[in-house]
């Protein structure tokens, strides 16, 4: 099955900067689309950044200017730089993958902006 592994949340003073990394197993179909989302206490979980299969990205307004997600197709690791850091960016953040539907999760890292 594939299986994704997210890493380097950790705690940040506002203005500071992270950089999250998901390896990704088993991803062998091409057409994948990959992605970010995280999810503050009380709130429902919101996309972040994702980048399709043609390369196209895409940003959530709340992040744009600020964060930067590639990927490092033969290392199979996907990444979210994350500049200016805010308190409102504190949250759990998760990778994901799929096609049509987001059908694989990993199991989130947390990131906390004081």
């Known amino acids: 099955d594939v299986q994704l592994v997210e890493s380097g949340g950790g705690s940040v003073q506002a203005g500071g900067s992270l950089r999250l990394s998901c390896a990704t197993f088993?991803?062998?179909?091409?057409?994948?689309?990959v992605a970010w989302f995280r999810q503050a206490p009380g709130k429902e979980r919101e996309g972040v950044a994702r980048i399709y299969s043609d390369g196209r990205t895409w940003y959530a307004d709340s992040v744009k200017g600020r964060f930067t997600i590639s990927k490092d197709n033969a290392k199979n690791t996907l990444y979210l730089e994350m500049n200016s850091l805010k308190p409102e960016d504190t949250a759990m953040y998760y990778c994901a993958a799929g096609t049509v539907v987001f059908t694989y999760w990993g199991k989130g890292t947390q990131v906390t902006v004081s």
């Open positions: 088993r991803i062998t179909r091409s057409n994948y689309c």
